[in-house]
């Protein structure tokens, strides 16, 4: 740690034991003497910077004190390694000071101090918090009065409450939001530094990398934060309605502090609440945190779900859940654990009392990207060629009753705008390109039948029945199709996608549900109407000859690295067909 001396304005470098040292805490402005200017033996007293210097010096000197700390000047920014260590230490450093000096350069006269704009600045955030003891001085160097003179309207002006500005409170009591609230309205010149300034006040540390962006930087501290504190009210912020509007889905993470703003009067429950679950994990599939999802009541799409956190509103009763931190979260896939958050300007409260008359739901994990994105690239189903399911068919004969056996087959018959490809002698898929107008939705027409939001491309595969004939003791099926009765037709088994129905939010479907139904026929007139909702489909489980029945299992599966629905028929006893 380099000091300045106040008497000689020279630097000194100190390993350990340091010496008792004043600070500077000031916003930068033109001309500062830096770290160069001093090496160099440059001319500084020409710079419009160095009255700052020589000025808080001699004030550090008055009041005893033979070191000053000074970041203009202190640190070799030309240094990565050194400059990072310096910002990772430098909340330590204010807080080791005997005495801060902060100097308000826009303030003189009978102006408040609040008015300054050093008020608004993010550095200046630890170095008002950390010292304990701060004496202001104006643009004249007066003296403008100490941090526990001003402490009532200093607290007014942030919202920092006054056991955290005169330090008799731990910072890591503090809830994260509130914290991150105190830094809600403050800028820095550079974006990173929105992040860079508060590593002090949660007590973390991580390398800088100037040129990633404020949006990166801030993210990388909030996961700092979450792998080294259980704190869930670092998910405690919220949108402006309007701005809520510019994207569907959202992350766990606020993209910047002052998506904190309104986020100062929340407390961490003194017990914990009703939810438990393993601990939130940094992954490359996104944050994986452990919830209990209660269903959102009015969502038709059965899609979105409340999460209740372990951060309420402060009051008289704080381990009460009435008052309880909710956001809603939306599935993003079909078979993936993927979520987003939605609409974060809208926050719900669940009363303690309505959740302990209802069954507990099962806590599971999940994950959600910091950019969540729909998840489903599903690009249409894959089929087995030699799919069969057996079943026995009774008949009478001369000889008396009779137990004859069969199978039903599902033959591949795929029509356009259906593209099948092999994938191996007896698999099958066909893809289809389902553009933005199929997939897109009218959330908004709750009038609207289920079943005219079914797209338009339909895969069609025929289901025969055939008995099979015993000849020197083995069964072999007969060549024409088998007709036990005349009621009974071979049906087509029609399988699609549909849109989900409108979700409680209004936001955008994620993904397509797929769809099969049995039907009696694949004419285009009985297609259309079955897309047009004038036709209900029929029942999703087949009786074959013989009294036998089954249904069809669509599971994902990946297959050159691309994601189909697997068609599978299923007995109804639960026995997959061969």
Same mark, same amino acid.
């Given at each position: 740690?380099?000091?300045?001396?106040?008497?000689?304005?020279?630097?000194?470098?100190?390993?350990?034991?340091?010496?008792?040292?004043?600070?500077?805490?000031?916003?930068?402005?033109?001309?500062?003497?830096?770290?160069?200017?001093?090496?160099?033996?440059?001319?500084?007293?020409?710079?419009?910077?160095?009255?700052?210097?020589?000025?808080?010096?001699?004030?550090?000197?008055?009041?005893?004190?033979?070191?000053?700390?000074?970041?203009?000047?202190?640190?070799?920014?030309?240094?990565?390694?050194?400059?990072?260590?310096?910002?990772?230490?430098?909340?330590?450093?204010?807080?080791?000071?005997?005495?801060?000096?902060?100097?308000?350069?826009?303030?003189?006269?009978?102006?408040?101090?609040?008015?300054?704009?050093?008020?608004?600045?993010?550095?200046?955030?630890?170095?008002?918090?950390?010292?304990?003891?701060?004496?202001?001085?104006?643009?004249?160097?007066?003296?403008?009065?100490?941090?526990?003179?001003?402490?009532?309207?200093?607290?007014?002006?942030?919202?920092?409450?006054?056991?955290?500005?005169?330090?008799?409170?731990?910072?890591?009591?503090?809830?994260?939001?509130?914290?991150?609230?105190?830094?809600?309205?403050?800028?820095?010149?550079?974006?990173?530094?929105?992040?860079?300034?508060?590593?002090?006040?949660?007590?973390?540390?991580?390398?800088?990398?100037?040129?990633?962006?404020?949006?990166?930087?801030?993210?990388?501290?909030?996961?700092?934060?979450?792998?080294?504190?259980?704190?869930?009210?670092?998910?405690?912020?919220?949108?402006?309605?309007?701005?809520?509007?510019?994207?569907?889905?959202?992350?766990?993470?606020?993209?910047?502090?002052?998506?904190?703003?309104?986020?100062?009067?929340?407390?961490?429950?003194?017990?914990?609440?009703?939810?438990?679950?393993?601990?939130?994990?940094? $992954?490359?599939?996104?944050?994986?945190?452990?919830?209990?999802?209660?269903?959102?009541?009015?969502?038709?799409?059965?899609?979105?779900?409340?999460?209740?956190?372990?951060?309420?509103?402060?009051?008289?009763?704080?381990?009460?859940?009435?008052?309880?931190?909710?956001? $809603?979260?939306?599935?993003?896939?079909?078979?993936?654990?993927?979520?987003?958050?939605?609409?974060?300007?809208?926050?719900?409260?669940?009363?303690?009392?309505?959740?302990?008359?209802?069954?507990?739901?099962?806590?599971?994990?999940?994950?959600?990207?910091?950019?969540?994105?729909?998840?489903?690239?599903?690009?249409?189903?894959?089929?087995?060629?030699?799919?069969?399911?057996?079943?026995?068919?009774?008949?009478?004969?001369?000889?008396?009753?009779?137990?004859?056996?069969?199978?039903?087959?599902i033959e591949l018959e795929a029509s356009k705008p259906w593209l099948c490809q092999k994938v191996t002698d007896s698999?099958?898929?066909?893809?289809?390109?389902?553009?933005?107008?199929?997939?897109?939705?009218?959330?908004?027409?709750?009038?609207?039948?289920?079943?005219?939001?079914?797209?338009?491309?339909?895969?069609?595969?025929?289901?025969?029945?055939?008995?099979?004939?015993?000849?020197?003791?083995?069964?072999?099926?007969?060549?024409?199709?088998?007709?036990?009765?005349?009621?009974?037709?071979?049906?087509?088994?029609?399988?699609?996608?549909?849109?989900?129905?409108?979700?409680?939010?209004?936001?955008?479907?994620?993904?397509?549900?797929?769809?099969?139904?049995?039907?009696?026929?694949?004419?285009?007139?009985?297609?259309?109407?079955?897309?047009?909702?004038?036709?209900?489909?029929?029942?999703?489980?087949?009786?074959?000859?013989?009294?036998?029945?089954?249904?069809?299992?669509?599971?994902?599966?990946?297959?050159?690295?691309?994601?189909?629905?697997?068609?599978?028929?299923?007995?109804?006893?639960?026995?997959?067909?061969?």
């Amino acid at each position: 740690m380099r000091l300045l001396h106040t008497e000689t304005l020279r630097l000194e470098f100190f390993q350990a034991d340091f010496p008792q040292y004043a600070v500077l805490s000031h916003r930068w402005e033109e001309e500062e003497v830096t770290y160069e200017d001093i090496r160099t033996g440059r001319d500084v007293a020409q710079l419009r910077g160095y009255s700052k210097l020589q000025m808080s010096a001699q004030i550090a000197k008055a009041a005893g004190y033979d070191y000053i700390w000074i970041d203009t000047c202190c640190i070799d920014k030309s240094s990565s390694a050194e400059l990072s260590e310096a910002i990772n230490s430098m909340f330590k450093w204010y807080k080791a000071a005997a005495d801060c000096i902060a100097y308000l350069s826009d303030i003189e006269g009978s102006r408040s101090i609040v008015e300054s704009r050093w008020f608004s600045r993010g550095w200046t955030l630890q170095e008002m918090i950390a010292p304990r003891q701060v004496n202001f001085y104006d643009r004249y160097w007066e003296p403008r009065g100490s941090k526990g003179d001003w402490k009532a309207a200093i607290q007014e002006h942030t919202g920092i409450p006054s056991d955290a500005l005169d330090g008799s409170v731990d910072l890591g009591t503090i809830p994260i939001c509130c914290k991150m609230s105190w830094a809600a309205g403050r800028v820095t010149t550079r974006g990173e530094d929105v992040a860079y300034c508060l590593l002090g006040i949660f007590n973390v540390n991580m390398p800088l990398l100037y040129g990633e962006g404020q949006d990166k930087a801030y993210r990388r501290l909030q996961e700092t934060i979450v792998r080294e504190n259980d704190d869930e009210s670092i998910f405690a912020w919220t949108v402006p309605p309007g701005e809520a509007l510019d994207a569907d889905f959202w992350g766990l993470l606020a993209p910047s502090p002052a998506y904190f703003r309104g986020s100062r009067n929340y407390s961490i429950p003194r017990f914990k609440t009703w939810r438990t679950g393993d601990p939130v994990e940094i $992954t490359n599939r996104g944050l994986k945190v452990s919830l209990a999802l209660c269903p959102v009541p009015e969502d038709k799409s059965r899609t979105q779900f409340l999460a209740v956190f372990n951060c309420s509103q402060s009051s008289e009763h704080s381990t009460s859940a009435a008052n309880s931190f909710t956001i $809603t979260l939306q599935k993003l896939s079909k078979f993936e654990d993927q979520y987003a958050r939605v609409r974060p300007d809208m926050i719900r409260s669940i009363d303690s009392m309505v959740l302990m008359g209802q069954a507990e739901p099962a806590v599971r994990p999940i994950f959600v990207r910091s950019d969540p994105r729909p998840t489903d690239p599903v690009l249409g189903f894959c089929a087995d060629k030699s799919q069969k399911v057996h079943f026995d068919f009774p008949t009478n004969s001369h000889h008396g009753p009779v137990v004859l056996k069969g199978f039903t087959n599902i033959e591949l018959e795929a029509s356009k705008p259906w593209l099948c490809q092999k994938v191996t002698d007896s698999r099958q898929v066909y893809s289809v390109e389902l553009s933005k107008d199929k997939a897109s939705v009218e959330t908004q027409d709750k009038t609207s039948s289920l079943n005219s939001k079914k797209l338009d491309a339909i895969l069609r595969l025929r289901c025969r029945s055939f008995l099979l004939e015993e000849a020197d003791g083995n069964f072999q099926a007969r060549c024409s199709p088998f007709q036990p009765r005349p009621s009974y037709e071979d049906p087509y088994l029609l399988l699609g996608f549909e849109a989900l129905p409108p979700n409680a939010m209004g936001t955008p479907s994620a993904f397509l549900k797929p769809w099969y139904a049995f039907n009696s026929s694949s004419e285009p007139e009985a297609i259309q109407a079955i897309l047009s909702g004038e036709s209900l489909l029929e029942q999703s489980v087949h009786t074959a000859p013989g009294h036998s029945r089954f249904r069809i299992e669509l599971k994902a599966t990946t297959l050159n690295f691309r994601t189909f629905y697997e068609v599978n028929a299923v007995s109804y006893t639960g026995e997959s067909g061969t």
